[in-house]
C-alpha cells in the first residue's frame, strides 16, 4: 500500500518540482532526452515484460543497466535542472527495485520497476521531449491501475484512476490538436469503462480495460 501511495504522490507533485528545476537552470538540446534516461525507461518497461515469467537472469541485467544509467545521468542532472527531491525520488525507486528482484517476487518487481518509470518520466519532461511527459505519465497510471488491482487495492486502483483522468485532461487537448480527434474519443470510452469496471468492483474487466488503455496510449505516442 506505501508503494501505490507513493507512486501517486511522486506523480501528483514531480511534475511541479520537475518544472521548477527547468526555469532554473537551461536544458541543452531541447528535445534531445539523453541516452541514459531512454536506457532506464526501456528497461523498466522490460522488466514489467519479464516479471509475470520470471526471467530473473534478464531482470537483474535489466537492473544493472538501470543502476549503471542512472549513475551516468547523475553527473548532469543538477546542470539539466533536475530538483533534488526528483533525483532523490530516482534513487529511493531504484534501491527498492534492486531488493524487489532480488526477492525474485514478480508482483514488488513490476511495482518498483513502475515506480521508476514514473521518476524517469518527469526527468524526460526537463528536456521537452516531442511525444508530451503526460503521455507517458498515462501509460505508467495505466499499469498502476492493474497492478493496484492485482494487489486487491480498490482504493489505490481509484487513486490511480483519477490522477489518470487529471493527467488526461491536461494533454487532451494537445492531442487533439495533433489530429488525435478518433484516438481521444477510443481512450476517454476506455476511461469511462474502467471506472464503470471499478464501481462493480470487477477485477477481470477492469484489468482488461486498462491493458486496452496502455494499446490506446501507445497510439496517442504514434500521433507524434
Not at 58 to 68: A, F, P, W, Y
Not at 125 to 146: F, K, S, T, W
Amino acid at each position: 500500500m506505501e508503494k501505490r501511495i507513493h507512486l501517486i504522490v511522486l506523480l501528483i507533485t514531480t511534475s511541479l518540482l520537475t518544472a521548477c528545476g527547468a526555469q532554473a537552470a537551461s536544458t541543452p538540446n531541447p528535445g534531445l532526452v539523453p541516452n541514459s534516461l531512454q536506457t532506464i525507461e526501456a528497461a523498466a518497461e522490460d522488466i514489467i515484460d519479464f516479471a509475470p515469467s520470471e526471467n530473473w537472469d534478464r531482470i537483474s541485467k535489466d537492473v544493472t543497466d538501470i543502476e549503471t544509467a542512472w549513475i551516468s545521468y547523475e553527473l548532469q542532472a543538477d546542470k539539466d535542472g533536475a530538483s533534488p527531491e526528483v533525483q532523490d525520488l530516482m534513487n529511493s525507486a531504484i534501491v527498492e527495485l534492486k531488493k524487489a528482484s532480488e526477492s525474485k517476487d514478480p508482483s514488488i518487481t513490476m511495482q518498483g520497476s513502475n515506480d521508476v518509470s514514473a521518476a524517469v518520466v518527469e526527468l524526460f519532461a526537463l528536456y521537452h521531449p516531442n511525444i508530451p511527459a503526460d503521455i507517458g505519465r498515462l501509460d505508467v497510471l495505466e499499469r498502476q491501475i492493474i497492478l493496484d488491482i492485482a494487489a486487491q487495492d480498490y482504493a489505490a486502483a481509484e487513486k490511480s484512476l483519477a490522477r489518470t483522468k487529471s493527467v488526461w485532461g491536461n494533454v487532451k487537448l494537445m492531442v487533439l490538436e495533433h489530429d488525435g480527434k478518433d484516438v481521444a474519443a477510443e481512450f476517454e470510452a476506455s476511461l469511462a469503462a474502467q471506472e464503470s469496471a471499478l464501481g462493480a468492483k470487477d477485477e477481470e474487466a477492469l484489468t482488461s480495460e486498462a491493458k486496452n488503455g496502455l494499446e490506446i496510449v501507445d497510439e496517442l505516442e504514434r500521433l507524434y
